[in-house]
């Protein structure tokens, strides 16, 4: 295959199905979605087979199981796949919305109204659910996807593509408004970071070699973070039994997903009324658990090394410190942290504002699980990643996000003096 040529093309087609999308009614973008679901569902015996040899290839490869996990498709997470198109469709369309409006004693009214980015590129690794998500939610924005999934779940990916195509093809939409690269050769991915002419924006989904690549080489803007390097803070205030329930579930309900807990620190006023309840709960259920100062005395830790503080482990490891106070909290996230999601745990509303005012990360929460880092339990049906950025976007990307917008200015033979 001649990769440029390919990618031209590709790149050719996803323009001008973007200029009709631009247009399209909002019915005609939720019947395409939810005959895209409908397809998903009744093609899920050959997705699942698709997904066998995915996982025949990761398990060659060597992927970890933390990324094994990534890729897996079963019949629960296929209708989790259909859900999420389903919820998608049910948004309102974020197209032509009015986003403010104001008249100026000159005469003139004016309004600021939502419009489709254009072309969106999306660069992912191992989850295969992410074609769905990603294009699913650019044909909700009105934007032409092109889609590049990872070589692990190439066969997944296009087999959840064709019901893509298939609900566009319902729906009269042209067919190349989501496209997915059809090959694994990365120099498909150098193609798309310099596609100035034809992509709009990139948004990679994946590993820190991944995203550090694109954010490096790329010559399209790019929406992204680099690391979900998410900390939980047990504060001195803290409910003991709901720091345990919250802990356990920030680490452990699934570790290879960016939302997943990395560092928990302990206020030491906590670790001395209390000890730390969770570091046992989370021993038990097979986390290493690495751990400084006092914490690394406990049963069952090991010492932690400078490094661990930082690092994006995405598997059964947790880095674990004792500080003193919300503020000395607040200053080891903003050194190690990655501006993801933090948490925190209190019954004191001081201490959680004085949080929420002083870390600058995208997605803040405080007595709940970094695990709802997620633009489906933001209520946005689904989410084309996290952005860390302050530029465009930030935190979960869905369709609202996936606009820009223009100015509407009308007046009555207004002129300016």
Known sequence: MDIKAEMQKIGQAAKAASVELAFASSAQK???????????????????AA????????RN??????MMDRLMLDEPRIQGIVDGLRSVALQPDPVGAVLAEWDMPSGLNIRRVATPLGVIGVIYESRPNVTADAGGLCLKSGNAAILRGGSESFHSSTAIHACLVSGLRAAGLPESAIQLVPTRDRAAVSEMLTMV?????IV???????????????????????????????DGAADVEMARKVVLNAKCRRTGICGSAETVLIDKAFFAKHAAPFIDDMLKAGVEVRAEGAL?????????????????????????KLVDGVDQAIEHI??????????????????AARFFQRVDSAILMR??????????EFGMGAEIGIATGKLHARGPVGAAQLTSFKYLVVGQGTTRP
């Open 204 to 234: 990679p989904r994946g590993g820190k070699g991944l995203v550090g690549l694109v954010q490096r080489e790329a010559r399209v803007p790019v929406f992204a973070h680099l690391e979900g390097i998410c900390h939980v803070y047990v």
């Open 296 to 320: 690394a005395e406990l049963t069952g830790t090991v010492k932690a090394k400078a490094d661990d503080f930082g690092q994006e482990f995405l598997d059964m490891i947790i880095a674990a």
């Open 367 to 376: 007595n709940a699980s970094t695990q709802f880092a997620d633009g489906g």
């Open 334 to 351: 903003r050194i190690f942290g990655s501006n993801h999601t933090d948490a925190i745990i209190t019954q004191d509303d001081a201490v």
């Open 30 to 48: 939720e019947l395409a979605l939810n005959a895209a679901a409908d397809a998903v569902w009744e093609q899920r015996d050959v997705i699942i």
């Open 61 to 66: 490869k060597g992927l970890s199981n933390a």
């Open 197 to 201: 002419d034809y992509i709009d924006v």
């Open 51 to 58: 997904n066998a040899k995915d996982m025949e290839f990761g």
